[in-house]
């Protein structure tokens, strides 16, 4: 028979293989020849291979090469070490090249972190701050006192030694709380950039018990009858510039901030639509700067402004220039400095109203109050201030905003002269 071989029982050792496989006697005689026919089979096969696996302890085997050792598991990349002060630079100057804040609150955060480098060591590595360092922080800044660096007592100490220094006024909550808000941007930018892994003084604002200072209101009907008067007819002497007198007419009669006025240009002043519109915006020289995306904005001429003269005014302005060029620009407070500071210490004073609550951004809480009183909806107001719209209605299906012709209705509500 093709592939037999015969084998003795002793070979196939058949009493063990009955025995362990269970086949009952009946089964064995009934299949016997196969059974055998396949043992038989099977005895050769496995003879065969243990004869050819001892040939081959005899010879070398070149054909084959010797199984390849498992790779050898990959190290870890290493993580660049990254000081605090290199982290610091590269988040400021990502900002910069971004031009994502303005220059005064650039130099606000650059001023803060350069503390943070103080206290906590500039060549440390940025990773290795703990959160029981931020607490120490914290701490820290509670303790500082104001003005460090002017003072003789501290002038030439470190933070952590000005801390010490006992008897002096500390930086109030408002500052302390500013300082650790800009820390909690640099580490939560650390983090999504791969330069530490926990984003620290999460949540470590310092709680502030009711403020003693009075909040900005707006100004009352008869102040603002006294403010108009002195504008336009300037009994009092107090309106020595031109651009005194329409600057401030203008925040009186659209809500504009202090900057977005005083860095308008001639061309800013312009028709649309058959409606003159102030056109708010960040185009122009390098200069000229809005405090939130929703500043971008066209808030229409009171009618009062052009009856006034305002176009007359506007008119006499070199073309292509500054509306109010007497108007300079410093890094840390923009175009308004000037004028804030005549609102403030002279003009107000000079009427008899001066007061903390009421400032020259005072005229914003004027004109939000009087036209929520005149009934015009919260939406249109926020669009004439610049403040952002909120909710889903009014930041995803109302993007277009309102039309001038709606924005024009609604201004002209505000009334200066109202005494009930």
């Known amino acids: ?142 303790e500082l ?14 933070a952590r030694d000005a801390a010490k220094v006992a008897g002096l006024p500390k930086l109030d909550t408002v500052t302390v709380n500013s300082y650790l808000s800009i820390y909690q941007s640099l580490f939560r930018w650390a983090v999504d950039n791969g330069y530490c892994t926990e984003p620290l003084f999460a949540g470590m604002r310092v709680g502030k018990a009711p403020s003693g200072a009075p909040a900005r209101t707006a100004f009352s009907p008869v ?33 504009a901030r202090l900057n977005e006025i005083c860095q308008l240009d001639v061309k800013d002043v312009r028709q649309q639509d058959g409606i003159w519109v102030f056109d708010i915006t960040d185009e122009g020289d390098d200069t000229k700067r809005l405090k939130t995306a929703a500043g971008k904005r066209k808030v229409p001429v009171h009618d009062e402004l052009l009856r006034l003269g305002l176009l007359d005014f506007v008119n006499t302005a070199p073309a292509g220039g500054r509306l109010f060029p007497d108007y300079t620009y410093c890094p840390q407070n923009g175009h308004g400095r000037s004028l804030s500071r005549w609102f403030n210490q002279q003009f107000t004073p000079g009427l008899g109203i001066k007061s903390k609550s009421h400032v020259f951004h005072s005229f914003r809480h004027t004109i939000v109050t009087r036209l929520a009183q005149a009934g015009v909806a919260e939406p249109v107001y926020q669009s004439i201030v610049g403040h952002e719209r909120q909710g889903v209605t009014q930041q995803v299906y109302l993007r277009e905003g309102f039309t001038l012709r709606q924005l024009k209705a609604a201004i002209d509500r505000f009334e200066w002269d109202r005494t009930t």
């Open 145 to 158: 006192p104001t003005n460090r660096n002017k003072r003789p007592e501290t002038r030439n100490l470190s």
């Open 223 to 255: 102040a603002l009858q006294t403010i108009y008067r002195e504008l336009v007819h300037n009994p009092a002497g107090l309106v020595r510039k031109e651009s005194h007198k329409w600057a401030s007419l203008i925040g009186m009669f659209s809500g």
């Open 1 to 142: 028979m093709e592939g037999d071989t015969e084998l003795s029982d002793e070979i196939l050792d058949l009493g063990r293989f009955r025995a362990e496989s269970g086949i009952t006697d009946e089964a064995w005689n009934t299949h016997k020849a196969q059974l055998l026919h396949e043992m038989r089979k099977a005895a050769r096969d496995q003879a065969q291979a243990v004869l050819d696996a001892a040939r081959d302890f005899e010879r070398y085997d070149f054909a084959h090469s010797a199984p390849a050792a498992p790779p050898a598991p990959e190290a870890p990349e290493a993580v660049p070490v990254t000081s605090l002060s290199e982290t610091v630079e590269a988040y400021l100057g990502e900002n910069r090249r971004a031009a994502t804040w303005t220059s005064k609150t650039a130099e606000k955060k650059r001023v803060a972190l350069e503390l943070l480098k103080d206290l906590t060591g500039s060549d440390r590595p940025v990773a290795s701050v703990s959160r029981k360092d931020a607490q120490e922080v914290k701490k820290l800044l509670l």
